[in-house]
């Protein structure tokens, strides 16, 4: 019996625009998302987009969408990347390589307005914080008694953290990986037997 052949990925008009809409947001932020500028670049016109997204704020909350599962799927590769010693520091690194690498994405995601008018992508948020959790749970380091307390405030960091990776970005769009390699080592120091607050 001879092997199945893959099924192609089918693209439909919905995924195009959504690709195209990642493409601008990461050009030029939300300002440059604009739906007749999909349909051109689609080749479709303006009703077939407004057929799969109702407004500019539907197109964008799916964009928060996708961006939230891509960022499930390298957290849960990262928990099983053998080049991570500890699970904290495998997620925090995923976290913050996508931050860095889509830092436009990261902010809409990220944003009061996303997050407080659209249920579905704070919950898709919330999974995300639970495929970090589990990072963070898995730590010897963290006491079981404040895997909560230290996952949420990893968690909340990285939005500043988000905010400083932007700011460093380079003219040419590049972000300095230092950056990255000096927060990644902070959160292992902080959570190292070497450090002790004053008290």
């Known amino acids: 019996m001879k092997n199945a052949r893959p099924v192609p990925r089918v693209e439909t008009t919905r ?55 891509r960022l499930v799927a390298d957290l849960e590769a990262a928990l099983g990347d ?14 913050l390589r996508f931050m860095r690498k889509n830092m436009r994405l990261y902010a809409l995601m990220r944003s009061g307005e996303m997050l407080g008018q659209h249920p579905d992508v704070r919950a898709a948020e919330h999974e995300a914080f639970k495929v970090f959790r589990r990072g963070v749970e898995a ?26 990776l932007q700011a460093s970005a380079e003219p040419g769009g590049g972000t300095p990986d230092f950056v990255v ?4 080592s902070g959160f292992s120091f902080l959570l190292s037997d070497k450090f002790s607050p004053r008290r």
Do not use: M, N
């Open 15 to 69: 995924s195009r625009a959504l690709e195209v809409a990642g493409e601008l947001l990461g050009e030029g932020g939300v300002d440059a998302v604009q739906l007749r500028a999909i349909a051109t670049r689609i080749g479709s016109g303006v009703a077939t987009i407004y057929h799969h997204f109702t407004d500019k704020e539907a197109l964008l909350a799916a964009l928060a969408l996708e961006g939230f599962g």
């Open 82 to 95: 053998a080049r991570f010693p500890r699970p904290i520091d495998a997620v925090s690194f995923a976290y």
């Open 139 to 164: 730590d010897p380091r963290v006491p079981s008694a404040r895997v909560d307390e230290v996952s949420l405030v990893c968690w909340v960091l990285g939005r500043g953290i988000a905010d400083v």
């Open 181 to 184: 390699e000096q927060v990644l």
